[in-house]
């Protein structure tokens, strides 16, 4: 397999159901064709689950639930280091099948997943860190604390990384004891289809891991169900707030992450040679479908060596190798008329990426657009505030590091923010006053490594805490305290 070219399967994917650790399609339901944005062909099939069929799918996870919870600790994280192994050991087969539905490069792809890994790392970690407490509080009084599941979760993915994001929430729902089910996106839905049969491969016990595949009618069966008690989401910020509404509403446990407009803070003093470069792979890495990407370039003051820069890398990526195709034409077209109107409402198109592919005739079929720089786009416009979604970036000049924090600020998002200076006293001025939940120095893309948990706020995020790391541990369960008291004491206090 080459390391470059993603490689599409020679026939399309049958996908079915996983319930109860057994591959089937849901009664009555329709098939829906999945294409690859590479060339538009199709690449797989896989059911259309209706609402109803989620109820089986539940059923077999909750009969797993009881004995997987009743499961040493220990002995389930041996099945999660067993399913780690495989990952690695499959990594260029899941990173194609990734590429390949999902329009990344395979590069992108493989990166993916190795930052699904390290969050396997973590929940492995969870049997020595996370080893509960006890303590005497009073005359013959103890109080411990031990950590427990919460039975049948389920998580809901987006179709920019159709393995990180399951990731994100796999291993540490299932070590803890959970019995998951994971909704991966209908557009993206070929790559769950290997992370189960490797579960399986890894002996985790039948119904401890489920798939339903599915579109809204699905989500509705998971939001609806009384017996799942959590559900994990990313994707866009419409669908996180209705998400987790209607997940809360009915007493389910709802982290929903929604989407981004993440501004980069750019100042004379940065770095002439790295800053150009991190800003053009922070908004065209992924096709700019992903919700670290950088939207905004804040320009303070005097910085146009380092946009002449950028438009001169953004420009000479080459399609396909370099840089992966949009998930679907409705993508391509939704872009190409933003990038009209920001024209329109007085930008300049620095970089025009509408009508570039990659050569030969397989991709004729594709969903491409280059990358493309906006420059002097207007305070508070379309191509300022909305989440676009793509290999687009919006240059908004101010004046003062003032006004770029004021911009930054003024988003209703809150997921990332970057500052690219040489000076650390800038760097700590933007650390200190910007709102977002992650924020990068020099970083283009600033994702937390594990141990430290991802997770944006205001409208990047709906509910509490975030979904790797600590902040997924205590998602994920619930802390249970025992008080124990065997005989009277004279000399205690109230508690004896």
Request: aromatic share 6%; glycine share 12%; net charge neutral.
């Amino acid at each position: 397999m080459s390391a470059t070219y993603v490689q599409l399967p020679e026939t399309p994917i049958i996908g079915r159901n996983l319930v109860g650790g057994e591959w089937v399609t849901p009664a009555g339901a329709a098939m829906l064709d999945v294409r690859s944005p590479y060339t538009g062909t199709v690449i797989g099939r896989v059911p259309l689950t209706p609402a109803a069929g989620v109820a089986p799918v539940v059923e077999a996870a909750k009969k797993a639930a009881e004995g997987w919870r009743a499961t040493a600790l220990r002995d389930r994280t041996s099945r999660m280091f067993r399913f780690r192994m495989l990952l690695e050991q499959h990594i260029e087969r899941l990173a194609n099948l990734a590429a390949s539905e999902a329009g990344k490069t395979i590069a992108e792809a493989r990166a993916g997943l190795l930052k699904g890994i390290e969050v396997c790392d973590y929940a492995l970690s969870v049997q020595n860190l996370d080893t509960g407490g006890a303590l005497e509080v009073s005359r013959g009084v103890t109080c411990e604390f031990k950590r427990e599941p919460l039975g049948v979760v389920a998580g809901i993915a987006p179709f920019n990384f159709p393995a990180m994001v399951p990731l994100w929430m796999i291993p540490t729902a299932i070590t803890l004891g959970n019995a998951f089910i994971l909704k991966p996106s209908e557009k993206v839905p070929l790559t769950s289809l290997l992370l189960g049969e490797l579960m399986l491969e890894a002996g985790v016990p039948p119904g401890v891991f489920s798939i339903v595949h599915g579109g809204k009618e699905a989500v509705d069966g998971i939001l609806e169900h009384p017996d799942i008690q959590a559900v994990g989401f990313v994707g866009s910020t419409n669908i996180a707030r209705r998400v987790y509404a209607e997940g809360t509403a009915r007493g389910k446990r709802v982290l929903a992450l929604g989407g981004a407009k993440n501004h980069l803070i750019v100042v004379p003093d940065a770095d002439p040679v790295f800053t150009p470069q991190a800003v053009v792979d922070s908004f065209t890495g992924c096709a700019g479908q992903r919700c670290m990407a950088a939207s905004v370039m804040v320009a303070v003051g005097d910085v146009q060596h380092i946009i002449d820069e950028m438009a001169r890398r953004a420009a000479a990526i080459e399609m396909g190798p370099g840089m992966g195709a949009l998930i679907d034409r409705a993508a391509q077209e939704r872009l190409e008329a933003a990038i009209a109107r920001a024209e329109a409402d007085g930008a300049k198109v620095l970089v025009d990426g509408r009508g570039k592919k990659p050569s030969g005739a397989a991709y004729g079929g594709g969903n491409w657009l280059g990358p493309t720089i906006l420059d002097h786009v207007r305070p508070g416009s379309e191509a300022h505030t909305k989440e676009l979604f793509g290999p687009l970036i919006s240059i908004v000049r101010v004046p003062t590091l003032t006004a770029a924090i004021e911009l930054q600020n003024s988003s209703p998002y809150g997921n990332a923010a970057s500052v690219f200076t040489t000076n650390g006293i800038v760097a700590q001025h933007v650390v200190d006053n910007a709102k977002a939940g992650m924020v990068g120095v020099n970083v283009g893309v600033p994702v937390p490594r594990e141990p430290f948990s991802f997770g944006g706020i205001n409208e990047s995020r709906f509910g509490h805490g975030d979904i790797t790391g600590q902040g997924g541990v205590e998602f994920w369960s619930y802390l249970k305290k025992v008080t124990r008291k065997w005989t009277a004491r004279t000399d205690g206090s109230w508690m004896s």
